[in-house]
């Protein structure tokens, strides 16, 4: 028997529903000229304790292929709902109150239903990113073109080079934080006896904290000129021959915006990998799909453990209050242990037990060196081409032991396959 949602809470999967509902109500579209049905698909889903549920959604109309989804963030939704509202993994109003609740349309086009501890925000809108909008629009927005020519004219060196058109893709996106935009710019320069056009891309980072933009790109300056200056240099036999991290290009404080070096293989039969599928084992199968060989990518390896080498030998010191000491992570680990237990009864024990024994692992005491470190240190951080490997996102950039790092990454490396007993992966 059907359950009765109209009197009971609803869960998680419903939350499209509500959503499509709450659009219909304002008289917005889900997206604009929308010529058939459109259904939303979870593109990303946070759930943390006391910290409330954060989804974004495609907006797909008709019967778009699946690989084709997700590809446009200019077509998504992003939803929060407030820990108020929350039960576990269900939702503590009703379908009823769902229908019945008010929704206003604030200037910034972001949808509010206060009653439901709902907003939902159609990209680029964003109440606690309100510069991703102008952002998104260079070629309306004279004093952000200003820059981003400016930034051209910094990458080649030359005065003369002008932009002629400007596209924005938004590329990665965390709501009321930050966003990466890939700028597509064509570029001509009319100095020279034979008239110039290029196309050129450089990545922008938008900050909701203008001072951490502004923060993270000094540093980024800092470890960039280092590098050049060690070029030549030889670690763990790999001679340097580029910087550890793509150049800063520059930054629009009041936007709390920075550009940046697009990684560029030198020609273009060298592809650029990107870490997550450079960092990826593959087999050789024998008759009846039997694993015969497992393909570690060790070389990418190699060039994993001398990018940290480099970056945990660099003479550029974080300020000392990013210091992540042992005392501070196992506070940490204790106040995420208490949030987990308190979630989920049922496992609550084991978290404890876990909890306690990482703790005091943390604060027993021993000899520690603090280095530089990059604080988030994993394969979708990484690039690759040419024999060379590039370090991107320094947001975390820190004080620390060395072993954070190489724990992060080889947290963050373990595949997906190995909870699922597939052959190899134990291996890998």
């Known amino acids: 028997m059907r359950e009765d949602y109209t009197k009971v809470s609803l869960s998680i999967m419903q939350l499209p529903d509500v959503v499509t509902h709450l659009f219909e109500k304002a008289h917005r579209p889900l997206v604009l000229e929308a010529k058939s049905p459109v259904k939303l698909y979870v593109r990303y889903l946070r759930r943390k304790p006391e910290r409330g549920l954060a989804v974004i959604y495609d907006v797909n109309a008709g019967k778009q292929k699946k690989e084709k989804r997700g590809k446009d963030l200019y077509h998504s939704l992003s939803l929060t709902l407030n820990e108020q509202a929350l039960d576990g993994s269900r939702i503590r109003f009703t379908e009823t109150e769902a229908q019945q609740a008010s929704c206003t349309i604030q200037p910034s086009g972001v949808l509010e239903a206060g009653a439901l501890g709902l907003a939902v925000q159609p990209f680029p809108a964003d109440d606690n990113l309100?510069?991703?909008?102008?952002?998104?629009?260079?070629?309306?927005?004279?004093?952000?073109?200003?820059?981003?020519?400016?930034?051209?004219?910094?990458?080649?060196?030359?005065?003369?080079?002008?932009?002629?058109?400007?596209?924005?893709?938004?590329?990665?996106?965390?709501?009321?934080?930050?966003?990466?935009?890939?700028?597509?710019?064509?570029?001509?320069?009319?100095?020279?006896?034979?008239?110039?056009?290029?196309?050129?891309?450089?990545?922008?980072?938008?900050?909701?904290?203008?001072?951490?933009?502004?923060?993270?790109?000094?540093?980024?300056?800092?470890?960039?000129?280092?590098?050049?200056?060690?070029?030549?240099?030889?670690?763990?036999?790999?001679?340097?021959?580029?910087?550890?991290?793509?150049?800063?290009?520059?930054?629009?404080?009041?936007?709390?915006?920075?550009?940046?070096?697009?990684?560029?293989?030198?020609?273009?039969?060298?592809?650029?990998?990107?870490?997550?599928?450079?960092?990826?084992?593959?087999?050789?199968?024998?008759?009846?799909?039997?694993?015969?060989?497992?393909?570690?990518?060790?070389?990418?390896?190699?060039?994993?453990?001398?990018?940290?080498?480099?970056?945990?030998?660099?003479?550029?010191?974080?300020?000392?209050?990013?210091k992540r000491t042992g005392s501070k992570e196992a506070k940490r680990a204790s106040e995420r242990a208490k949030l987990i237990a308190t979630a989920n009864p049922e496992q609550a024990q084991e978290v404890r037990r876990l909890s306690q024994y990482l703790i005091s692992r943390l604060e027993a005491p021993r000899d520690v060196v603090y280095r530089p470190a990059h604080g988030g240190f994993k394969a979708s951080q990484l690039l690759f081409h040419s024999d060379q490997v590039f370090v991107v996102d320094f947001d975390g950039f820190c004080l620390a032991e060395a072993a954070l790092d190489v724990g992060y990454f080889l947290a963050y490396l373990r595949p997906s396959g190995l909870w699922y007993g597939r052959a190899g992966m134990r291996q890998w």
């Open 130 to 322: 309100p510069t991703l909008v102008t952002c998104c629009n260079p070629m309306a927005q004279p004093s952000l073109l200003q820059d981003l020519q400016r930034t051209v004219q910094r990458y080649f060196d030359d005065e003369n080079w002008h932009i002629v058109s400007a596209t924005v893709i938004p590329v990665r996106y965390k709501p009321a934080s930050r966003c990466v935009l890939r700028y597509l710019l064509t570029v001509e320069n009319l100095a020279g006896a034979v008239p110039q056009r290029k196309n050129v891309t450089v990545f922008g980072k938008v900050y909701a904290d203008r001072k951490q933009a502004y923060a993270v790109q000094s540093l980024q300056q800092r470890l960039y000129q280092e590098q050049v200056a060690r070029r030549g240099s030889i670690v763990l036999g790999q001679t340097l021959a580029t910087p550890l991290l793509p150049q800063p290009l520059g930054i629009d404080e009041a936007l709390g915006l920075t550009f940046n070096e697009a990684v560029q293989p030198a020609s273009a039969e060298e592809p650029l990998r990107l870490g997550v599928r450079a960092l990826q084992v593959s087999f050789d199968y024998g008759h009846g799909g039997e694993v015969t060989n497992v393909i570690i990518p060790t070389r990418e390896l190699q060039l994993t453990a001398i990018a940290l080498a480099r970056l945990h030998t660099s003479s550029v010191q974080p300020d000392t209050g990013t």
